[in-house]
């Protein structure tokens, strides 16, 4: 089955909100090699002008996670999860994740694009805080396999 070409354009409810710990961060630091005291020292990240420990920008995937399990989960997308490979990432910040932040995430989904027998789905989870200010905006693009 094809992905669905009405997709485009489609936005998903809102997912529930994802409250931003230490601790995640800090392991999701060590996972990723990030090494500046602002993502481990909460005293650092004081200093630097932070509520908490600040996150390393990767970790918005995190949340928009969440959302792209909307999508792969979507009866009428197409989308065979077993024939699906992460072709790019992108993050556009208006501010860092912060130990302490509560982040909602929605999904568009921007384009679709065919390429052979694939096909490569691009969708964007837009993050905003507890207060619906933005936070990041993360886009990725999934590349569907096609029959072989």
Do not use: C, W
Request: hydrophobic fraction near 45%; charge should be negative.
């Amino acid at each position: 089955m094809p992905v669905n070409p009405e997709l485009v354009g489609r936005v998903f409810a809102p997912t529930s909100p994802y409250l931003v710990g230490r601790e995640k961060v800090r392991e999701f630091a060590a996972s990723v090699f990030a090494t500046s005291p602002l993502n481990t020292d909460v005293e650092a990240a004081r200093a630097a002008g932070y509520a908490d420990v600040v996150a390393p920008p990767t970790f918005a995937v995190v949340v928009q996670e969440h959302t792209l399990k909307q999508l792969l989960s979507e009866p009428d997308a197409g989308i065979d999860f077993s024939r699906v490979v992460h072709g790019d990432q992108r993050f556009t910040f208006s501010r860092p994740i912060v130990a302490g932040d509560e982040l909602t995430a929605t999904l568009s989904v921007a384009s679709i694009k065919s390429l052979g027998g694939h096909s490569m789905v691009t969708a964007e989870s837009t993050i905003v805080d507890v207060t619906g200010a933005h936070v990041v905006t993360a886009t990725s693009t999934l590349v569907v396999r096609g029959d072989e």
